[in-house]
């Protein structure tokens, strides 16, 4: 018997011994993925077999962030694709780039950082407050949205030209931002309200979440597009009307009969001690999300200096290509936050320890194959988003440098995941902040003065360095870290 199936049957064991279920009242994982299930039994997340456990949450939320890569790169395929002024259009709207991460940063702030805390509360059988966390998180979503709609309404030509335009391609950024920012709120919401969806084991449910808005966004993206004529007007249209339908679907999910936790009006009133918990669980996400647009700055501002608009359009394309790691590694810790968080909150060491041992393998094994891909095939990934010949194999170059050690990231992801699950915000936020902060961000401007020989491919190189010495910090406080971290689950059941 191995390592693994001794802590699950010691798990198994010790939840026949210590909780009584009624078994009408019991409910499968497959029956809450799917989103059917009101009941309020969670047990499942520690006595079902891991694999087939991962499989059915993560399965879904991989899905969905694979369709929200979608979402996000679908405009810029469609208007890179655009006749006469695809190129150009393509770079005036990835400097829009930084601003539109900051709102998904902001719903990751909230989202991501109340869902772990809910679960832990779930884990606690806490459903109270559980629910304050859901509520609070909830309105605290709106104010956010309102603030930063009128932010980007105001000054959003500043920080366009501040980001790297040029006075060609910033009559795109502007016309494209006037119209996002308008859907500023669906965005936030849908983005971080689906996490709770997710975190209660409605995998498919959050899957569904996101795959309404992306079904309609590819059907209404080109109808604006090229339909009715207005290039990056009706990209940014067929966006905010998609986000608005995930809105209406995530909204009427929370507030209905299928869900464990709901949206309630005596919960919508900010408690301190309810939202600063998670504000501080959810800044390690924020970093991570918001340092891409401080980092997409820096990138752009640099490349624009040394190889112009052109280096600048690339860099589009490599962020976009960049999410195919991204955003599923996100869907695999996303799936696995459920077991980890309500094991870590029931004080099921051995669960925890396998559950993060299964996750780690098949990030990186992710991570592997899609670095393989990147590195045998980059025209293929280069023309997704344009036709332009010279941007094209511009890109093909810039590509294999910049996704030079993606192999490894399936580490960084796994752990940093694992961290948010078990809420450990200290933690979260140190690796965040030395990949972007102290790593990335001054090898963009060193890097050019150590490789002179071709100064605009050294920024681009700056990327692969970063995440090589970042993952190598990763793992060793990871793996100090966690130790403690199970042996004081160990220590208190021993105490019980």
Wanted: net charge positive; charged share 15%; hydrophobic share 50%.
């Amino acid at each position: 018997m191995t390592q693994t199936e001794q802590d699950q049957r010691e798990a198994q064991t010790k939840e026949v011994r210590t909780t009584e279920v009624p078994a009408a009242e019991t409910q499968t994982a497959e029956s809450v993925s799917a989103g059917t299930g009101g009941g309020e039994d969670k047990e499942f997340l520690r006595t079902e077999p891991l694999g087939k456990l991962l499989l059915k949450l993560a399965l879904p939320t991989v899905a969905a962030q694979l369709i929200n890569m979608l979402y996000n790169i679908v405009d810029r395929i469609y208007i890179g694709h655009i006749p006469d002024i695809g190129a150009t259009a393509l770079t005036g709207v990835g400097v829009c780039m930084p601003l539109i991460m900051i709102v998904s940063a902001f719903a990751a702030l909230v989202g991501y950082g109340g869902a772990p805390r809910a679960s832990i509360f779930m884990g606690k059988k806490d459903k109270d407050s559980a629910e304050k966390t859901l509520g609070n998180c909830f309105v605290l979503q709106i104010i956010i949205s309102v603030i930063l709609t009128a932010v980007l309404l105001i000054w959003n030509r500043d920080f366009l030209m501040a980001f790297g335009a040029s006075e060609n391609t910033i009559g795109y950024g502007v016309s494209y931002m006037n119209i996002y920012a308008l859907g500023t709120i669906f965005v936030e919401i849908t983005l971080g309200m689906n996490a709770f969806i997710t975190a209660q084991g409605f995998a498919k449910t959050g899957m569904l979440s996101v795959l309404i808005g992306a079904v309609a966004n590819i059907i209404l993206d080109p109808i604006f597009i090229f339909g009715f004529n207005m290039d990056v007007r009706g990209a940014a249209l067929a966006t905010i009307i998609s986000q608005a339908l995930s809105c209406i679907w995530v909204v009427g999910f929370l507030c209905g009969k299928k869900t464990f936790l709901k949206i309630k009006k005596i919960n919508l009133r900010l408690t301190p001690n309810i939202i600063l918990p998670c504000l501080a669980l959810g800044v390690a996400t924020f970093i991570m999300q918001a340092s891409e647009s401080v980092i997409s700055v820096c990138f752009n501002s640099s490349l624009q200096n040394y190889g112009g608009d052109i280096a600048v359009g690339a860099m589009t394309i490599l962020t976009s290509v960049m999410q195919f790691a991204m955003l599923p590694l996100q869907g695999l810790g996303q799936g696995a936050q459920p077991i980890i968080s309500y094991c870590y909150g029931a004080g099921d060491a051995g669960r925890v320890r396998a559950a993060f041992k299964l996750l780690l393998k098949v990030s990186l094994g992710y991570s592997i194959l899609l670095w393989i891909l990147v590195m045998a095939l980059p025209g293929g990934f280069a023309a997704m988003f344009t036709s332009d010949g010279q941007l094209m194999e511009y890109t093909k170059t810039a590509l294999r440098i910049y996704m030079g050690s993606m192999f490894l990231f399936g580490i960084q992801m796994a752990c940093q995941m694992t961290f948010n699950a078990l809420g450990k915000a200290a933690e979260s936020i140190i690796v965040a902040v030395m990949r972007k902060f102290v790593l990335l961000i001054p090898l963009i401007y060193i890097m050019p003065h150590i490789i002179r020989s071709d100064q605009t491919m050294a920024v681009y190189m700056a990327e692969p360095v970063a995440d090589l010495l970042a993952v190598t910090f990763t793992a060793v406080l990871f793996t100090v870290q966690f130790k403690k971290t199970l042996k004081n689950i160990g220590g208190a059941q021993q105490k019980e």
